[in-house]
């Protein structure tokens, strides 16, 4: 594909996901849209996350710091997060290339995130 038809398929796709994802903002049987403002939320909170880890844990092991109580219950919540995450991701629509449309089969989703997250 050339330039212009690239981008003319993600804009395209785009602007579907937009336009489903907002019909279907929240939940679809409990598999939510990745447009959905919860999603949204959820995947910058878990940025912040891992902005910390990058941060914090370089530190600690360089200057040898000893954790206390509070940072250790810290660093248990994020990896708690981040498992909470897989789950989060095996229950989120994807739009699939084929049909350009959100996919909320659940077994479709496991299979699509598999591929790339799990090797």
């Known amino acids: 594909l050339d330039t212009y038809?690239?981008?003319?398929?993600?804009?395209?796709?785009?602007?579907?996901?937009?336009?489903v994802a907002k019909k279907t903002?929240?939940?679809h049987e409990y598999v939510f849209s990745p447009n959905s403002n919860y999603k949204i939320v959820w995947d910058l909170t878990l940025a912040a996350l891992v902005i910390y880890s990058i941060v914090v844990i370089p530190y600690n092991i360089g200057m040898?710091?000893?954790?206390?109580?509070?940072?250790q219950a810290v660093d248990w919540l994020i990896t708690v997060l981040f498992g909470v995450d897989?789950?989060?991701?095996?229950?989120?629509?994807?739009?699939?290339?084929a049909t350009e449309k959100l996919e909320f089969n659940r077994t479709l989703i496991a299979i699509n995130y598999s591929k790339f997250w799990l090797w």
Do not use: C
């Not at 038809?5 to 336009?19: A, C, N, P, T, V």
């Not at 897989?86 to 290339?97: G, H, K, R």
């Open 64 to 71: 040898a710091v000893n954790p206390g109580v509070v940072s």
């Open 86 to 97: 897989i789950l989060v991701n095996f229950n989120t629509a994807y739009v699939d290339e």
């Open 25 to 27: 903002n929240a939940v």
């Open 5 to 19: 038809e690239r981008k003319h398929k993600y804009e395209k796709k785009q602007y579907l996901l937009g336009k």
